[in-house]
């Protein structure tokens, strides 16, 4: 059934800013908000996005660069102050574009004035806002909860002698959401924000915020297939079900939905929710459409490139996503290493194809439109505090500057300025302004696809039916709304592969990944290059 889809955050797409690599306006070799002002032009024209997602831009001492947060409610002196972010919400609007923030409601930074309150004594009124535990009688910590950077989630205050709980960093002290005043004083900060006029928020690591009240240990992991992150030293030896998730988690997203839906227009949020059970993972839409808008889906971050692997995902989307839900997907993030890197630009072609046909939001991250890759960096030069800390994590490869030009720095920064990260050393080719003018380009594919989705009600909104059969190692869907009826085919294989569309009657080549075929096609066969993507209308 055709679902309601007349809200921007279904038909629109989502472009991720990460603003320390975005654009620097200043000369301090550091992203900031000036900078995403000086590009919305190209996001919502050149582009065409319909939103932004703004990663961390809150005062901060930047342990893990904006995610440890000292104060909630303003903006780092490295990216702007608040008339700026008000001047970037302003411009966002008047080109029609969306704007999300990132939340950080886990953790705070250790120097933020509550946890500074709250360590300060064990009387403090703070005390219980964040997570305090007395040692264990031999002095360990009170249980075997790892935090995801490495180490004991525990780090033990001397000066009031008990440990507090750090799911991350210890510079990352979690908080205590089963206190009604943090609770509150939460749920003010996103009124803040809200009443400032964003359109919605990305909620960082969403399910974590409510952990075991009894805080039992986790138990060992004796399947390594049930690892939750890479090859990250000890935290996969256990299965973290007491350290988050706990079900209480969803009345705290219930109320955060009553607030969202008590503006006009209600407000959207996404939560950051790593879950690899599908069913577990869709309870974060809610019991009835009452909890977050999206769990994010990040399946198609780790799947094989190979048709029966992406299929499955797709099934699985499908099958779990309630009726009232929408599904989404993602290719890369801030997090992860860059698409173009993982699988190669051709595949990274046909990606941002099925990325941008799929039933579902897509969300875009900076520079994957460019092809950007992954830039190894020397384990002496990296900053991630995760990559120092746990060999084979670090994220810097994937947060190096955005190439918008052949000019030196990339155009990120001005000559002779050293940028945080380093440029890739494919920028001179790899980058906005060459694309822009090299007619088959990725860029040009991505401009292409989002300019033919916004016309598309089928793609928009449209149902979504499995084509089968196909080929081996090839996989297509039949979008439909009314009489539009949109196909999108892969050949994910290495030989050329022949479709039988000859049901569907005469067909329209709409856009190739490799740019270099329109018009119609043949009526009965369409055959597909090794590693091709057709979208074609059914005529
Ligand atoms: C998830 C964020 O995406 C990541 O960048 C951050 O390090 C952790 N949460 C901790 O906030």
Not at 362 to 371: I, K, R, S
Request: some cysteine.
């Amino acid at each position: 059934m055709e679902k309601d889809t007349s809200v921007w955050w279904k038909t629109g797409v989502i472009y991720q800013v990460y603003p320390r690599s975005f654009q620097d306006s200043d000369g301090d070799g550091i992203g900031d908000l000036q900078g995403v002002i000086n590009r919305l032009d190209y996001l919502s024209k050149t582009l065409g996005v319909d939103a932004i997602w703004l990663s961390p831009f809150y005062p901060s001492p930047q342990a893990d660069f904006g995610y440890d947060v000292m104060d909630y409610c303003n903006v780092d002196p490295v990216f702007g102050d608040l008339t700026v972010f008000d001047r970037l919400l302003c411009e966002a609007h008047q080109r029609g574009l969306k704007v999300i923030i990132d939340i950080v409601p886990n953790h705070t930074s250790d120097r933020h004035p509550w946890f500074v309150e709250s360590r300060s004594s064990r009387e403090n009124p703070k005390r219980d806002w964040y997570i305090w535990q007395d040692a264990k009688e031999d002095g360990t910590p009170p249980n075997n909860w790892l935090a995801v950077f490495g180490g004991s989630s525990w780090e033990w205050d001397e000066t009031t002698q008990q440990y507090y709980l750090h799911s991350f960093l210890k510079e990352q002290p979690d908080l205590n959401w089963r206190n009604a005043d943090v609770r509150e004083a939460m749920f003010n900060v996103y009124r803040f924000w809200l009443d400032r006029g964003v359109d919605g928020f990305r909620i960082d690591v969403a399910h974590y915020i409510m952990k075991d009240p009894e805080m039992r240990d986790n138990p060992i992991n004796r399947d390594p297939s049930k690892g939750e992150l890479k090859p990250t030293g000890d935290y996969d030896k256990l299965l973290h079900i007491y350290d988050k998730g706990h079900p209480d988690v969803h009345g705290v997203y219930h109320d955060l939905r009553d607030i969202l839906d008590s503006y006009s227009p209600p407000r959207y949020s996404v939560g950051e929710i790593h879950i690899a059970e599908w069913k577990e993972w869709a309870t974060y839409y809610g019991q009835n459409n009452d909890e977050l808008h999206m769990p994010f889906n990040f399946a198609l971050l780790v799947a094989p490139w190979k048709a029966a692997a992406i299929r499955k995902v797709i099934e699985n989307v499908e099958k779990v996503t309630p009726s009232w839900g929408w599904p989404n997907y993602v290719l890369g993030n801030h997090d992860e290493p860059r698409i173009a890197g993982r699988l190669g630009v051709e595949k990274a072609r046909q990606a941002a194809m099925l990325l941008l046909t799929l039933r579902g939001t897509p969300t875009l991250y900076n520079g994957d439109e460019f092809g950007q890759k992954n830039v190894e960096i020397p384990l002496e030069e990296q900053k991630d505090p995760w990559g120092k800390r746990v060999s084979g994590t670090g994220r810097d490869r994937n947060r190096t500057p955005n190439q918008w030009s052949p000019e030196a720095n990339a155009g990120f920064t001005p000559a002779g300025v050293t940028p945080w990260l380093p440029v890739a050393d494919d920028y001179r080719t790899v980058n906005m302004e060459c694309e822009l003018k090299e007619s088959r380009s990725i860029l040009n594919l991505y401009r292409k696809l989002l300019a033919f989705r916004k016309l598309s009600a089928a793609i928009k909104s449209g149902t979504y039916e499995l084509i089968d059969p196909t080929p081996a190692d090839c996989f297509a869907f039949l979008r439909q709304s009314g009489h539009e009826r949109i196909i999108t085919a892969f050949n994910m294989g290495e030989t050329t592969a022949r479709f039988d569309f000859h049901r569907f009657g005469r067909l329209e080549i709409i856009v190739s990944t490799g740019m270099d075929r329109a018009g119609l096609a043949d009526s009965r066969y369409v055959d597909l290059s090794p590693w091709e993507g057709l979208v074609l209308r059914v005529l």
